[in-house]
């Protein structure tokens, strides 16, 4: 692992010891792909270097306040120490406030559509009952006093045409897949693109988690092949040494939103934008030098494919190459989808503004 340090500047006095050193630890992790000993060597080091701590609250101290607090746990038979699902929250939570610190306060849960259906909330509108409404649906009160118009109060009865039933807003779940980019041009050129990446995808993993819990979130990773990855293991993500499989991250999207229900289905992939693999009969066909026709012609046909099944394909690419920028813009058009280029600052604000837009949008 390669770090580059620089002069440590203390912070202001009084401050509290933990949650500084917590927030180093925490960084750290994700460097180490959550290996916490390393971590800890890691933070040792630079405590030798630039006295992190002091003679009040040393390192010894902070590791066992970790366990204490529920960050690590420590195995009793070999003394490692692990990391726990709340160093991986935390660090969600913390990528979720950098990226979309501004996000408007709205109701969790639900995506509001023009079409009226079934669902929570009322509307103004009404309507006549016809077979195969939701006996839930009815609206009692204008019921009771259509049947008193029509029939009188003398001989009141209710009749079928007598019922009316409310509207309701129709709340449209959303199926999203995820798909981000781990091969090796990710780190070229001395551009880290992973890490903004990774933390645009853990920000958007604990938006949908916490705020709209109904949708459903996956997340593949794609290199030579591609392959899901639970939400827990975001943090820790690595680059490889791969070339860049579009063509498999496509497929194994479309194979998980077939399963899905919702009405909104949808793919938001991070990439340099540059396919260089395809896998046939068992075999790689590997081209990394500009684009081969033969891997275009594969993923220009998965666009396609993706557009007959009604899923949009949004594609933020993080490099500024002209016949890079070309292939995505063809990429796009072929799929009716949209392409942000974004640098690796920008890239979470691009990706937050259109999933929400995408949510709002009712696909038939």
């Not at 800890?40 to 590791?63: A, C, H, P, R, S």
């Not at 039933?165 to 980019?181: A, C, N, P, W, Y």
Request: with cysteine; hydrophobic share 35%.
């Amino acid at each position: 692992m390669n770090l580059r340090f620089t002069k440590y500047i203390p912070p202001p006095e009084g401050g509290d010891p933990f949650r500084q050193l917590l927030n180093l630890f925490l960084q750290l992790l994700q460097y180490t792909k959550g290996d916490a000993n390393e971590a800890l060597q890691w933070m040792n080091e630079l405590d030798k270097e630039y006295k992190v701590t002091d003679n009040e609250y040393g390192m010894g101290d902070f590791i066992e306040e970790l366990k204490e607090k529920g960050y690590l746990e420590e195995n009793p038979v070999s003394g490692d120490l692990s990391v726990t699902e709340k160093a991986g929250q935390v660090i969600r939570q913390r990528s979720l406030e950098e990226i979309f610190g501004k996000l408007r306060k709205s109701r969790p849960g639900n995506h509001k559509t023009v079409y009226s259906g079934e669902g929570e909330e009322l509307t103004t509108d009404s309507r006549p009952f016809v077979f195969g409404d939701s006996i839930d649906h009815i609206n009692v009160t204008s019921s009771i006093r259509n049947a008193q118009i029509n029939h009188g109060v003398d001989d009141f009865k209710l009749t079928e045409d007598d019922l009316e039933i409310q509207e309701r807003e129709l709340k449209t779940h959303t199926s999203t897949v995820l798909m981000i980019d781990i091969s090796h041009s990710m780190i070229l050129y001395g551009e880290d693109r992973i890490t903004p990446a990774k933390k645009v995808a853990m920000a958007l993993a604990e938006l949908i988690t916490t705020k709209y819990p109904k949708d459903t979130l996956d997340i593949i990773v794609f290199g030579d092949d591609a392959w899901k990855v639970e939400i827990r293991d975001l943090p820790f993500l690595q680059v490889g040494p791969y070339h860049t499989n579009t063509c498999a991250g496509l497929d194994y999207s479309m194979e998980l939103l077939r399963r899905k229900k919702a009405n909104n289905k949808q793919i938001f992939m991070i990439t340099d934008g540059k396919p260089s693999c395809l896998k046939e009969n068992g075999k790689y066909y590997k081209n990394s030098f500009g684009l081969d026709r033969k891997i275009v012609n594969k993923t220009l046909n998965k666009a396609a494919q993706c557009k007959r099944l009604n899923i949009p394909i949004t594609t933020f690419m993080i490099a500024e190459d002209a016949y890079l920028q070309q292939f995505v813009r063809e990429f796009t058009q072929t799929n009716s989808g949209k392409a942000f280029y974004a640098s690796p600052e920008n890239v979470g604000t691009f990706l937050f503004e259109d999933f929400v837009r995408n949510r709002r949008k009712h696909v038939r």
